[in-house]
């Protein structure tokens, strides 16, 4: 059976706003989608880098003398919540992936344009309620894990708006999910067969199972806490015989594969990145696939390794254990493949790149901290204080970040169809790199010397340390500014970039930049060698 | 621009260079239903892990009778086939006999509401009494939540299938499969909360 999906939708469009004003529309366009995601996604990431601020400044000395320590954790937890649920998962998955993925499946849009737009229109309002919810009784206190029964016992207005607002984003991130699987299995132009995909879609498509295994169970257990906060039942509160270790194995079945549907999109964005830049093909096109695969799989099966200080019985630990350094191999796989394709390279040291050489640096190093902590006695050392911090940090902001500033300067050609300035650009990377690095390094020491997270004060002994992660952070909020001011005066003033600034491959530099309604003037290119770099007919 | 241009635009288009493509609207559908599926998975857990490890305090009342269950069961499983009549009915044009079916669908939904409201209000323990009560409503509430939002749908379509000005014909069954679909999965769910909750 065929039917018009597609041309009642485009008409529709037809009848939508044009230039600017369409990106505050409800717009059926991907590309419009993509752009809607990634500058809500920024704003957020100025409200919660804000936050970050206020956090590394209370932190400067060891009494809680800028933030009263209730106000200081409700920072944190927005700071927390605003970052996961707001910036990098919507940006990874929301942005780049409805931007990109139409192009590579060679389809004129995403299989469901409606659910999409839904999808996204979803994201502002809740991002709104929960930030609103400061300036009602005080926001959530208990951190983005919402653990009970802290969450049961702090205010509750908060964490009730708190709930709500996860739920919202959790239903876009479905929604987004359904939409990806069923592009990247269903659309692809004929001819085009599944091994011949650029690399992004397959870790789309990994990020997408992910999202739609463990994003309901999370919403479940969430309206499990809102009746144990509204009804008072008693699932998750010891007083009334329920079980908190439910809702953190509950929690962490969504929550550890978060982190994967954190990385994985940048795992797919940096392997699109690193060809073009270094001329050569990809290294390990299958291996890559059948890793991403089995981060997919070994990810639904390690969220206790959240768990060891819980009482979790010995069998349990040896399980989870071995089955997270599991993980370590994929994910080595994947680091040697990329170092593989820059090495003997014609490398371009742009901006572009110099993210992605960063993201590597700065994910190996999390990675190995992670191998770390996945091992229980070295984890029930460790466990609250800020190793775990810095080892999460530099898996999302070292890793997801750096990837997602490296894919703005790679794709703004194509978008805004100028060059960015590449002066500015590694400016912002020299700020971003040391920053990063000044502020989150140190505190492995903090953590090994039994420093705990989550608290407004801490023992003197610490000051100089946090001191040193204060002016790392400092660098960081800087380096915002020669970004932004880049971002803005290219769009006026860059040079004009033409179709394809960087000689790629991938489908997406084979149209106009920007690029028309319907991506293609004809029909889409078929690209059977999306890594064909070196081997025919360019350098 | 007017709606009729549109239309108009609508028509010009289809015939020349819009790509026809196939409708995975039931595809995307069934992974929509496995996250669902995801949701209840989660809820079970729960409720099996608690059964493990948590023990009722001395002199809690947790008892369950089995006749309006097994009911329920046997209404949801008829529904299943009634509606699995529509869908045949309407494949071979006929309508009238569609909308019937589907009509007796929604009525064994709706008769299986009450007896559910029924079972509620006869049982010796409430909402808060103790953690097995709680999973108890929240599981099968959560069920009855799908049911509800099933009957409405079904209702709405059997107004769609009527034979002057129906949306819904042969050549668009959409509609009614997505429900039929969503009802099976809603039954499936039923049986195993029957078995995990009641028999188990």
């Known amino acids: 059976m065929t039917i018009l999906i597609d041309n009642k939708a485009k008409v529709k469009e037809s009848l939508q706003p044009k230039g600017f004003l369409r990106y505050f529309s409800f717009s059926l366009d991907h590309k419009v989608i993509g752009i809607q995601y990634l500058v809500c996604g920024f704003i957020f990431y100025l409200v919660g880098g804000t936050l970050a601020s206020a956090i590394r400044i209370e932190l400067i000395s060891p009494l809680s003398d800028f933030l009263p320590r209730d106000v200081y954790n409700q920072v944190l937890t927005l700071h927390g919540t605003i970052m996961i649920f707001l910036w990098i998962v919507p940006v990874v998955n929301g942005a780049f992936g409805n931007y990109l993925i139409p192009f590579y499946v060679g389809a004129r849009d995403m299989a469901f344009p409606r659910l999409n737009a839904v999808a996204f229109w979803l994201i502002p309002p809740s991002g709104l309620m929960l930030i609103s919810s400061y300036f009602i009784e005080g926001a959530a206190q208990s951190g983005w894990t919402a653990y009970p029964p802290l969450s049961i016992t702090t205010p509750q207005s908060g964490q009730i708006i708190w709930i709500l607002s996860v739920l919202l984003l959790g239903g876009s991130s479905i929604f987004g999910g359904i939409n990806f699987i069923v592009t990247i299995l269903k659309l692809r132009r004929p001819g085009l067969k599944l091994m011949n995909l650029p690399m992004y879609c397959w870790a789309m498509l990994g990020t997408s199972i992910l999202v739609v295994l463990s994003t309901p169970v999370l919403a479940g257990t969430l309206i499990l806490l809102s009746f144990d906060i509204v009804a008072h039942t008693g699932f998750f509160n010891p007083a009334l015989g329920g079980n908190v270790v439910v809702y953190q194995h509950l929690f962490w079945f969504y929550s550890h594969p978060a982190v994967y549907i954190m990385v994985l999109p940048a795992f797919g964005l940096v392997s699109e990145i690193l060809p073009i830049h270094c001329r050569k093909p990809l290294f390990g096109y299958t291996t890559m696939v059948f890793s991403i695969m089995g981060i997919v799989v070994l990810g639904l099966v390690v969220w206790a390794h959240h768990m060891f200080t819980s009482g979790t019985p010995p069998w349990m630990r040896l399980f989870f254990t071995i089955a997270t350094a599991f993980i370590a191999v994929p994910t080595g796989i994947k680091f040697f493949n990329w170092v593989a394709t820059m090495w003997g390279g014609k490398i371009s040291l742009n901006s572009a790149m110099l993210f992605s050489c960063g993201f590597i640096i700065n994910f190996v190093f999390g990675g190995i901290t992670g191998v770390a902590l996945a091992q229980v006695p070295f984890d029930i050392h460790v466990h609250d204080t800020y190793f775990v911090v810095a080892h999460f940090h530099y898996i999302v902001y070292g890793g997801s970040v750096f990837v997602i500033f490296s894919s703005i300067y790679h794709w703004y050609p194509k978008v805004v169809g100028k060059l960015l300035n590449e002066n500015l650009g590694y400016l912002h990377f020299a700020l971003t790199f040391i920053g990063f690095n000044l502020c989150f390094a140190p505190q492995h020491w903090l953590g090994l010397n039994g420093m705990p997270r989550r608290v407004a004060e801490y023992d003197p002994q610490f000051q100089l340390v946090n001191q040193i992660s204060s002016l790392g952070a400092l660098f960081m909020a800087i380096s915002t500014i020669p970004f932004l001011v880049n971002i803005f005066i290219s769009i006026k003033k860059g040079a004009i970039a033409g179709n394809n600034p960087w000689n790629g491959l991938t489908p997406e530099w084979l149209t106009t930049s920007p690029p028309p309604v319907e991506n293609w003037e004809g029909e889409a290119p078929l690209v059977r060698e999306p890594y064909g770099y070196g081997k025919d007919y360019l350098s | ?200």
């Open chain 2, 1 to 200: 621009m007017t709606i009729l241009n549109s239309s108009d635009e609508i028509k010009k288009r289809s015939d020349d260079q819009i790509d026809h493509h196939e409708d995975y609207r039931i595809f995307g559908l069934i992974i929509f239903l496995i996250a669902d599926g995801m949701t209840f998975a989660g809820f079970f857990a729960a409720y099996l892990t608690y059964k493990a490890v948590n023990p009722l305090p001395q002199g809690s009342v947790y008892e369950l009778e089995l006749a309006i269950p097994t009911l329920n069961t046997i209404l949801l499983l008829i529904s299943s086939a009634t509606f699995h009549k529509a869908g045949k009915a309407l494949f071979n044009q006929k309508n009238d006999i569609s909308q019937k079916w589907l009509l007796i669908t929604a009525s064994l939904g709706i008769t299986f509401l009450i007896c559910q409201l029924f079972e509620y209000f006869n049982l010796p323990f409430g909402l808060t009494d103790n953690l097995f009560a709680s999973t108890f409503y929240a599981l099968t509430g959560f069920h009855g939540l799908h049911v509800t939002l099933g009957t409405l749908m079904i209702l709405i379509i059997s107004w769609q299938t009527r034979i002057n000005g129906g949306r819904i014909t042969y050549k668009n069954m959409f509609p009614l499969e997505a429900v039929e679909l969503y009802w099976h999965f809603v039954d499936g769910i039923w049986v195993i909360l029957f078995i995990i909750l009641y028999l188990y």
